[in-house]
T-cell receptor, first 111, second 114 residues
């Protein structure tokens, strides 16, 4: 079946450094790739998304890149801050409406 | 406007009890999803509604799970004869579009079965 692999499972960076989280997906028909941030005990919040007709999208300190040929997409956070500490989930669309989520990356930004 | 809301936020049930979890989507959102999130894992799809029609229930883990959205707005996820393995956070999400785009999540209901 369809799946999404996400790496690393945990990531610690010093404040001000960059963080990169990578995902691969299996369904070549996937055309929408959202990223969610989930703080402890809170709801997942959409932070950025990309559609398959675009290779890169940026929003302030956050960017997402997509390589359709390799079925890879990545989240890049620059100039990390302590409030960026959370669990990040990637997802890939499957069919007309579903998402398949990755297993999450726990990001710790050390002050 | 108001986001997706869910109630109760926490539910403790004894094994064998029935529970009902409620989701109020964003007003006017056509599509509604239920997910199950186990500790340390990503959300897993349970079921999908477009208005009042349940178009996909392929993720429901057993026939003890039942979801409805009779008027195309509020939805209820019911779990009968709860088991310990049902313990998880149940998330609801809605979107205005008919496709997979921009799902907005509720805060979830944390179900603990003892």
């Amino acid at each position: 079946g369809e799946n999404v692999e996400q790496h690393p499972s945990t990531l610690s960076v010093q404040e001000g450094d960059s963080a990169v989280i990578k995902c691969t997906y299996s369904d070549s028909a996937s055309n929408y790739f959202p990223w969610y941030k989930q703080e402890l005990g809170k709801r997942p919040q959409l932070i950025i998304d990309i559609r398959s007709n675009v290779g890169e999208k940026k929003d302030q300190r956050i960017a997402v890149t997509l390589n359709k040929t390799a079925k890879h997409f990545s989240l890049h956070i620059t100039e990390t801050q302590p409030e960026d500490s959370a669990v990040y989930f990637c997802a890939a669309s499957v069919g007309a409406y579903k998402y398949i989520f990755g297993t999450g990356t726990r990001l710790k930004v050390l002050a | 406007g108001a986001g997706v809301s869910q109630s109760p936020r926490y539910k403790v049930a004894k094994r064998g009890q029935d529970v009902a979890l409620r989701c109020d989507p964003i007003s006017g959102h056509v599509s509604l999803f239920w997910y199950q999130q186990a500790l340390g894992q990503g959300p897993e799809f349970l079921t999908y509604f477009q208005n009042e029609a349940q178009l996909d229930k392929s993720g429901l883990p057993s026939d003890r799970f039942f979801a409805e959205r009779p008027e195309g707005s509020v939805s209820t996820l019911k779990i009968q004869r709860t088991q310990q393995e049902d313990s998880a956070v149940y998330l609801c999400a809605s979107t205005s579009a008919g496709g997979p785009y921009e799902q907005y999540f509720g805060p979830g209901t944390r179900l603990t079965v003892t």
